[in-house]
């Protein structure tokens, strides 16, 4: 089991946490995209895609954590995540170098070097990675031109039929999945910095993503059609939890 020996330090520093100089330099200079999404909306599968071109970097996360041993393959550093040493990873919280971290169950520390952004941009790549809404709430406040995507399933219907092809899951760990998409498609209405994207046919979202991720821009009529289905999925979703 995992365990976090300086604990109080991590808290003490994450409480009033600061980029430095040096990292807020990196961050303005470093193109950034980040993809957010309920589970088994295909966030992953869309960041796997756009790697294939090459113009892409995608981030990897630190942690403090060991690694495991998935289905018999054990984690690779620098592939599932850069494994640190403790210490190291509170000196650069301290030392104010990552873009975003944060305590996990009290017993391991994940976060986002600005090391790794400045990887992107000596290779002149796009910074990629998928994160949870609170990760890109907080990065969006610190760099407001990152483009945040909140990546949505064609339906309610759909979206339930993907979640159960995965396999079997415990109800109990169903809900809680269903009780964080309603956070998540309520931040994605109230929020005007998530960009919603459709994820129905892949190449088609893989196309926007990509559209938005070199210029900016997303056709107007899509982005009013996903809005629409963000509504849709939310209050299909909270009504599922009221049953």
């Given at each position: 089991?995992?365990?976090?020996?300086?604990?109080?330090?991590?808290?003490?520093?994450?409480?009033?946490?600061?980029?430095?100089?040096?990292?807020?330099?990196?961050?303005?200079?470093?193109?950034l995209v980040l993809l957010t999404a309920a589970t088994a909306s295909g966030r992953n599968t869309i960041i796997n895609e756009l790697l294939k071109t090459d113009e892409y970097y995608f981030i990897v996360s630190d942690t403090t954590r060991q690694p495991r041993v998935n289905n018999g393959v054990p984690e690779q550093d620098g592939i599932e995540y850069w494994f640190r040493r403790e210490e190291d990873v509170l000196a650069d919280v301290q030392a104010g170098s990552y873009l975003e971290a944060e305590v996990i169950?009290?017993?391991?520390?994940?976060?986002?070097?600005?090391?790794?952004?400045?990887?992107?941009?000596?290779?002149?790549?796009?910074?990629?990675?998928?994160?949870?809404?609170?990760?890109?709430?907080?990065?969006?406040?610190?760099?407001?031109?990152?483009?945040?995507?909140?990546?949505?399933?064609?339906?309610?219907?759909?979206?339930?039929?993907?979640?159960?092809?995965r396999g079997e899951m415990p109800s109990d760990e169903f809900r809680r999945r269903m009780e964080?998409?309603?956070?998540?498609?309520?931040?994605?209405?109230?929020?005007?910095?998530?960009?919603?994207?459709?994820?129905?046919?892949?190449?088609?979202?893989?196309?926007?993503?990509?559209?938005?991720?070199t210029t900016g821009n997303y056709d107007v009529s899509k982005k009013q059609l996903a809005r629409g289905l963000l509504e849709e999925l939310y209050s299909k979703t909270k009504k599922f939890l009221e049953q």
């Open positions: 089991m995992n365990k976090l020996e300086h604990l109080t330090a991590f808290q003490s520093a994450l409480t009033n946490y600061r980029l430095s100089a040096s990292a807020k330099q990196i961050l303005h200079d470093t193109k169950h009290g017993q391991q520390v994940s976060g986002i070097s600005t090391r790794e952004l400045k990887k992107a941009t000596d290779e002149h790549k796009i910074a990629i990675t998928d994160v949870d809404i609170g990760g890109a709430e907080g990065v969006a406040k610190l760099k407001p031109d990152t483009i945040a995507i909140l990546v949505l399933p064609p339906s309610f219907e759909e979206w339930q039929r993907r979640i159960h092809s964080t998409a309603a956070r998540i498609f309520a931040t994605g209405i109230e929020q005007d910095f998530l960009i919603p994207v459709i994820n129905d046919k892949l190449e088609d979202a893989v196309a926007d993503v990509h559209q938005l991720a």
